[in-house]
Nanobody, 118 residues
Framework: QVQLVESGGGLVQPGGSLRLSCAAS????????MGWYRQAPGKQRELVAT???????NYADSVKGRFTISRDNAKNTAYLQMNSLKPEDTAVYYC????????????WGQGTQVTVSS
């Protein structure tokens, strides 16, 4: 089992910044991908950004240049620095950890609300 604890959500004005954190614990093995996804009301969950254990990143086009994903492997923690936030970034943000080699796993955090509004 893997447990995920997210933090850092909140209310911010357009143009502002927030940093989300996701700490993983439990039966973690060294090779896994961490990611952030989001779901706005009435919409499907979508990819925001992912980062592999070697540091390779992937971003949704809508956040490129504004969001930065990083991780601290020693702490099993991923971060999402969100700058130049827009109202359309408002959503529940979910942390995900996924391992595609044995032993495989795919876990989600409970979600943290990010609201961008004046």
């Amino acid at each position: 089992q893997v447990q995920l604890v997210e933090s850092g959500g909140g209310l911010v004005q357009p143009g502002g910044s927030l940093r989300l954190s996701c700490a993983a614990s439990g039966s973690i093995f060294s090779i896994y991908t961490m990611g952030w996804y989001r779901q706005a009301p009435g919409k499907q969950r979508e990819l925001v950004a992912t980062i592999t254990s070697s540091g390779t990143t992937n971003y949704a086009d809508s956040v490129k240049g504004r969001f930065t994903i990083s991780r601290d492997n020693a702490k099993n923690t991923a971060y999402l620095q969100m700058n130049s936030l827009k109202p359309e970034d408002t959503a529940v943000y979910y942390c995900n950890v996924k391992r595609s080699v044995l032993p495989r796993y795919d876990y989600w955090g409970q979600g943290t609300q990010v609201t961008v509004s004046s």
